[in-house]
């Protein structure tokens, strides 16, 4: 346990380019990750020399905090991130243009401290909710609390952006409830606390890697752009070929999580789809609901 939560730092770094050491390379693609399992195709096409044969030089920049991520895009740190519809859609309001190369197969659960005895959605009331403010879990907090019929005045939302942070408030006892990917779910399980509900459940598909709108005159990021993408297909290839259980290093290494969680992790676990454009349906909810929410102000 104490692997994982080492691992989940406030604190960024440059992983490096193609898997060969640090690279302050202003030519590089440079991608924000996260230390989740949406994240597995960049990774194993980084760490398999994937990018290197489409001929794209990729440097990874990981973070704890998806909203460390996005700032890193807004201000041109790097050049891709990956994040959720409503966080992305958020950023393109504010300015920052953005083009969704990839749905990714995230998807989030609403865990319970397991002394919190919460068992359903009706018993978040006078109980306190983790998540992050304008993002999936913020959509995900109203749907539960407006599905659950209870006042939204009485949930309190808790805004807590890293998830190595999040998950440490649910192990210790200091949070009733949150929203956690995975592998970081499944360790919660684990660790005996409770799942109450899956976005998978509602067909809520958020997960997007998303790259700033290049000039239309950059042609070398426009070549990157076709490189890294037939990467991340191939390492979705691999990926689905295979049980996880086969990429326990992989995620080890990038997730940070225990060898043991990795061993059980389900190999059912998630299916990663090639590089396509989220869905229209899952697009519309994110705005909706950001436009519903800045409405009545949040």
């Known amino acids: 346990m104490s692997v994982l939560l080492a691992a989940c730092g406030s604190d960024s770094g440059t992983v490096g380019t193609n898997g060969g050491g640090a690279d302050n390379d202003s030519t590089a693609l440079k991608v924000a990750v996260m230390p989740t399992i949406d994240c597995l195709p960049i990774y194993l096409a980084y760490d398999h020399g994937l990018f290197r044969e489409a001929g794209v030089d990729v440097t990874l920049c990981p973070y704890n905090a998806q909203m460390d991520c996005d700032t890193a895009i807004e201000r041109g740190?790097?050049?891709?991130?990956?994040?959720?519809?409503?966080?992305?859609?958020?950023?393109?309001?504010?300015?920052?243009?953005?083009?969704?190369?990839?749905a990714t197969p995230l998807y989030w659960q609403l865990v319970t401290n397991q002394t919190a005895r919460i068992r359903q959605l009706s018993q978040l009331d006078d109980r306190?909710?983790?998540?992050?403010?304008?993002?999936?879990?913020?959509?995900?907090?109203?749907?539960?609390?407006?599905?659950?019929?209870?006042?939204?005045?009485?949930?309190?939302?808790?805004?807590?952006?890293?998830?190595?942070?999040?998950?440490?408030?649910?192990?210790?006892?200091?949070?009733?409830?949150?929203?956690?990917?995975?592998?970081?779910s499944t360790l919660a399980r684990l660790s005996g606390h409770h799942i109450i509900y899956d976005t998978r459940q509602s067909d809520i598909r958020l997960g997007v890697l998303a790259f700033r709108i290049p000039n239309t005159t950059d042609t070398l990021r426009q070549s990157?752009?076709?490189?890294?993408?037939?990467?991340?297909?191939?390492?979705?290839?691999?990926?689905?070929?295979?049980?996880?259980?086969?990429y326990k290093d992989l995620m080890v290494r990038h997730t940070g999580v225990p060898s043991l969680l990795a061993d059980s992790l389900p190999d059912s676990l998630t299916f990663f789809?090639?590089?396509n454009t989220p869905r229209p349906a899952d697009i519309e909810k994110a705005r909706e609901w950001l436009k519903l929410t800045l409405t009545i102000g949040h």
């Open 77 to 102: 740190r790097v050049d891709a991130t990956v994040t959720d519809l409503v966080r992305a859609e958020r950023m393109q309001q504010q300015g920052t243009k953005l083009n969704y190369v990839a």
């Open 128 to 184: 306190m909710l983790a998540m992050t403010r304008f993002s999936a879990t913020d959509l995900l907090s109203s749907l539960v609390v407006d599905s659950a019929q209870l006042d939204p005045d009485r949930v309190f939302r808790i805004q807590v952006n890293d998830i190595g942070v999040r998950l440490n408030m649910l192990l210790t006892g200091i949070m009733d409830a949150l929203f956690l990917p995975e592998p970081q």
């Open 224 to 246: 990157q752009l076709a490189g890294f993408i037939k990467a991340y297909n191939q390492a979705c290839d691999s990926l689905n070929a295979a049980p996880l259980r086969h």
């Open 273 to 275: 789809p090639h590089a």
